[in-house]
């Protein structure tokens, strides 16, 4: 019996707090898509987010609004919770000053 695993990835959103119009067409119409899939009978097993998650990892209300915004939005969509969630972090979302 051959099993298969359904994954939801995602990547490269470069969340930028200062600008929520941009963000929010385009947060919507993915989750729009998700809730779609899901409706369609696409049950996903893992959620993995693969870089640049926030636009200036110095920026902690961009990490802090993603999460709201984005990630907790995605997962619900998605039908999974955060232990179903890898986050791999791209360059965007280090503090490059705090790094040497």
Not at 35 to 52: C, H, P, S, V, Y
Request: no cysteine.
């Amino acid at each position: 019996m051959t099993s298969l695993l359904s994954i939801l990835h995602v990547s490269d959103l470069h969340f930028d707090h200062k600008k929520p119009t941009d963000r929010k067409i385009v947060i919507d119409a993915l989750l729009e898509d998700i809730r779609e899939w899901r409706t369609n009978g696409r049950d996903f097993d893992l959620a993995i987010f693969t870089g640049d998650l926030v636009q200036a990892g110095s920026e902690t209300e961009s990490f802090k609004l993603a999460k709201k915004e984005f990630l907790e939005p995605l997962l619900s969509a998605a039908g999974l919770g955060f232990e179903r969630l890898v986050i791999v972090p791209g360059n965007h979302d280090v503090n490059a000053s705090e790094v040497a």
